[in-house]
Each structure stands twice: as C-alpha cells, then as structure tokens.
C-alpha cells in the first residue's frame, strides 16, 4: 500500500490537516473522499469488484471508482485522475450530492469520511488495473438493489450508504 496521505476535514469539508491514508483508518479520522457511479446509456451502473490483494474490503463489489483526493487536489481533478487509473476511463463527471459516514470495516479499521459523489456516462467497458479491481459487471439499479437486499456482505459498506443515496436521488 503507498504512503499516500488522506485530507482531515470537519463536518463542512473544511481542511484540518493531513494523515497516512492507513492511520486514518486505524484511527478513524474524517477525511475527503469520493465514489463515482458510471452508468452506460441503458442505465445501467458499472460496479468493480475490488481487488482480492487491497488491505481492506478486497474482493468485494463497489461503486465504479472510489478514493481520495490529494493535498491542493480539486475533487473533481482527483476523481477524473483515479477513474483512469483504477478503470481505464475518461468521461465527464458532475457532483450529484455528498455525505459524511462512519462504519468499521474488516481487520479493525474504521472508515471515517466525508464522501463526495460524482455521476458519469459511458458505454464502452473498462480497462481494470489488476492493481484495484479484480472484476466488473454492468447491473441494472432494481436488480442491484435487491442483490444488496439479499447479499448484503457481498459489497463495501460505503457502496451499500452511497447507492441508498443514489437510489433515492434518482427515485425524485
């Protein structure tokens, strides 16, 4: 895992300092995030099965791309750089909403943050980094919620926060 750092954040995303990404999450310490959810123009949403290897929630189905920005780092800059990295894609992205949650992950880490959420189109599939995502699949919203409903320990625990909210924005 690199020594990359994550940004300290208040409840208003303002910057309070900055942390290794790992003793973030060992402390449980809100930083900035962001999750990206593509979807393709039959709306469907891509989902990436995270790599087997990553320290924590590998193997487990997410949202598109999700990560963290970089110190002096726009979002937006950070979630378009890491969408190409991790999936091999370029498109353009716009903010839908953001949320702040707290939930313990495996091998006693705690995720802490301040979660921006961006949207996309695209219709081609991905180039996955083996490095990030061991899979992919394009699911329909209706057929996904009910496999979270069903098979709830299949995905993160920031996708299943994240597509509630998504599912919810997209019902209005």
């Known amino acids: 895992m690199s020594k990359e750092n994550v940004i300290l954040v208040d409840e208003k995303d303002n910057q309070v300092g900055l942390i290794p990404k790992l003793e973030a999450h060992q402390k449980g310490l809100l930083h900035r995030a962001f999750s990206i959810f593509i979807f393709n123009s039959d709306y469907k949403l891509l989902l990436q099965k995270r790599a087997s290897s990553k320290y924590h929630s590998g193997g487990l189905w997410t949202n598109t791309c999700c990560s963290h920005p970089r110190d002096g780092e726009d979002t937006i800059d950070a979630a378009n750089r890491r969408l190409y990295e991790e999936m091999g ?22 995720e802490n943050e301040f979660d921006h959420v961006f949207y996309g189109v695209y219709n081609d599939d991905p180039v996955l980094n083996i490095e990030e995502a061991d899979d992919f699949k394009w699911i329909d919203m209706e057929t996904l919620k009910n496999d979270i409903d069903n098979n709830a320990n299949q995905y993160t625990v920031w996708f299943k926060i994240a597509f509630d909210y998504f599912y919810n924005y997209l019902k209005k």
Do not use: G, Q
């Open 89 to 110: 894609i370029k498109t353009s992205l716009r903010k839908v909403f953001d949320f702040i949650y707290k939930a313990d992950l495996d091998n006693n880490l705690t």
